[in-house]
């Protein structure tokens, strides 16, 4: 083997194995910090109205309500099981709405009036600097 060959066939798999680390180095800052927590807004935004929808987070859809001064948040994915329409927040009546076939789900996402039958995914959800997080739960 030429001297040339060898030092390009070293330095070729010194790239190819040191690949893995600098893939895992790149990925690590685009995980949260906190484990499975993701973002889905600021805190700003949900004192606002009481309450923030992200339509496009990474945990998916995703509405939370309360305040960032309660520490009594309440977070689900708005998808109604039934229809797949977008539930509302009512405040007055604390509960989830569907505006197609008018089911509703309690503040825990499960059904109080059909026809939808399976409760709404919920999340465990708080504050976290300035930032509203939720995580599967």
């Given at each position: 083997?030429?001297?040339?060959?060898?030092?390009?066939?070293?330095?070729?798999?010194?790239i190819?194995?040191?690949?893995?680390?600098?893939?895992?180095?790149?990925?690590?800052?685009?995980t949260?910090?906190?484990?499975?927590?993701?973002?889905?807004?600021t805190s700003?935004e949900?004192?606002?109205?009481?309450?923030?929808?992200?339509?496009?987070?990474?945990?998916?859809?995703?509405?939370?309500?309360?305040?960032?001064?309660?520490?009594n948040?309440?977070?689900?994915?708005?998808t109604?099981?039934?229809?797949?329409?977008?539930?509302?927040?009512?405040?007055?009546?604390?509960?989830?709405?569907?505006?197609?076939?008018?089911?509703?789900?309690?503040?825990?996402?499960?059904?109080?009036?059909?026809?939808?039958?399976?409760?709404?995914?919920?999340?465990?959800?708080?504050?976290?600097?300035?930032?509203?997080?939720?995580?599967?739960?």
């Open positions: 083997m030429k001297r040339r060959d060898f030092i390009n066939w070293v330095g070729l798999g010194g190819a194995s040191s690949l893995p680390i600098a893939l895992a180095a790149c990925s690590s800052g685009t949260s910090a906190t484990g499975d927590w993701q973002t889905v807004g700003a949900l004192d606002k109205t009481g309450q923030l929808l992200a339509k496009n987070s990474p945990a998916g859809p995703v509405l939370v309500v309360g305040t960032s001064k309660n520490a948040l309440t977070a689900v994915n708005p109604c099981p039934h229809a797949n329409c977008t539930v509302a927040w009512q405040a007055e009546a604390k509960k989830f709405a569907c505006p197609c076939h008018g089911s509703e789900f309690g503040i825990d996402g499960k059904v109080q009036k059909g026809p939808a039958t399976e409760a709404l995914k919920t999340y465990a959800a708080k504050i976290e600097g300035n930032s509203v997080v939720v995580k599967p739960s």
